[in-house]
Structure formats: structure tokens, C-alpha cells
């Protein structure tokens, strides 16, 4: 079953933090989050795994909750090129990711 | 991390013709993933290829409506049979994504059906 994001979509200003959620109704062996910006590819950001949490790119955390099956990723001094399509992806017990719904994240000047 | 080459990047086909997509990677690896990505949707996993067996298709597809081929470690086909307007979407291939391996994608191949 795919994961649930929220929001759907988020507006900011530069500087601006943002939080996007990811939630599995299953159990979790790792998170990963991507972004992809309109036209291209998605681009990896970071891997949690279960029992970590990894700090993986600029200003760009997130957490893993394995008893919750839910991650967080955290934008925090927003830049213009945070902005694309967030997705996480999620490994349960089978060697393949399961995209969730995806996040819109727009940052203006 | 893996290069990965993905040709055609575009095509406008008509319906019920066929298109065969390939994807290229520049290191051997065990298995690679073709996902379906409909405009402003999410990534949708078309079918598991590994070299050496039958490719593991997702509930929602078929072998005979996307054969897959995986001839070697860094090679792959995905093909598009009998393609009609709702096929239309970008087909990514990609490899990695297993415990804390990053996984890396294709550029993808823009696919529109007229």
C-alpha cells in the first residue's frame, strides 16, 4: 500500500522551514526521501533506517519512527532550489521502494 | 553512484503500435526496477528484472502488456504493447534502493500516445 504525505502541497518564503510527513500502514525496514524538480529525474536526499536516523544533505534532515511506520523530513532556511516534488520511499520486508504520495514544495523570493 | 542511460528520453506513438525502452547502467548490478510515473502522480512500480529470471510484475501489470528483458547485469528492455492513450506518462528505470543503498534513476522516457 502506498504512504501518505503531508501536506500535499506547501508554499514558503525564502527562509522558511518546512516539515513533510511520510505514513506506512506497514512495517518499515528504511525510509528514503527524494526530490524531483519538473522534467527531471528524482534525485536522493537521505536513507533512515531502522533502529537511525541519518542527516543527509545541507539544511535537510528528517526522522524514522519505526513503532509510529512514519518519517519526517525537515527544510529548514528554505532555499529556491528546495523547490520540487518531494517523495519518500519506503522498504518493508520486500527488496523493492514503494513511492508515497508526494509533497509539492514552492519557495519564492 | 551508478550512470545510469535511458533511450528514447521522449516518443509520440500511435496507438497500438509497441515501443521498446532501454536503460543501460554503467556497473553490474542484481536488479533493476521499472516504475511508471503519470503526469503529477507519484512513482508507480512496474515489475522487478532480474538477470537470469522471469521479471516480478506489480498487482496492476502485465508481462504481455510490458515484457521486460534483462539479458545481463547492466542491461535492460522494458517494452509498451499495444499502447493506447492512458499509457502516456514518463517510464523510469532504476537500480539500488535496498537497505541503505541509495537508488538511482534513469532520465526517464517521455511517452505520449496519440
Known amino acids: 500500500q502506498q504512504p501518505v504525505q503531508s501536506p500535499q502541497a506547501v508554499i514558503l518564503r525564502e527562509g522558511e522551514d518546512a516539515v513533510i510527513n511520510c505514513s506506512s500502514s506497514k512495517a518499515l525496514y528504511s525510509v528514503h526521501w527524494y526530490r524531483q524538480k519538473h522534467g527531471e529525474a528524482p534525485v536522493f536526499l537521505m536513507i533512515l533506517l531502522k533502529g537511525g536516523e541519518q542527516k543527509g544533505h545541507e539544511k535537510i534532515s528528517a526522522s524514522f519512527n519505526e513503532k509510529k511506520q512514519q518519517s519526517s523530513l525537515y527544510l529548514t532556511a528554505s532555499q529556491l532550489s528546495y523547490s520540487g516534488t518531494y517523495f519518500c520511499g519506503t522498504e518493508g520486508n520486500t527488496d523493492k521502494l514503494i513511492f508515497g504520495t508526494g509533497t509539492r514544495l514552492q519557495v519564492f523570493p | 553512484s551508478a550512470v545510469i542511460s535511458q533511450k528514447p528520453s521522449r516518443d509520440i506513438c500511435q496507438r497500438g503500435t509497441s515501443l521498446t525502452i532501454q536503460c543501460q547502467v554503467d556497473s553490474q548490478v542484481t536488479m533493476m526496477f521499472w516504475y511508471r510515473q503519470q503526469p503529477g502522480q507519484s512513482l508507480t512500480l512496474i515489475a522487478t528484472a532480474n538477470q537470469g529470471s522471469e521479471a516480478t510484475y506489480e498487482s496492476g501489470f502485465v508481462i504481455d502488456k510490458f515484457p521486460i528483458s534483462r539479458p545481463n547485469l547492466t542491461f535492460s528492455t522494458l517494452t509498451v504493447s499495444n499502447m493506447s492513450p492512458e499509457d502516456s506518462s514518463i517510464y523510469l528505470c532504476?537500480?539500488?534502493?535496498?537497505?541503505?543503498?541509495?537508488?538511482?534513476f534513469g532520465d526517464g522516457t517521455r511517452l505520449s500516445i496519440l
Open positions: 532504476s537500480v539500488g534502493g535496498r537497505s541503505n543503498q541509495p537508488q538511482h
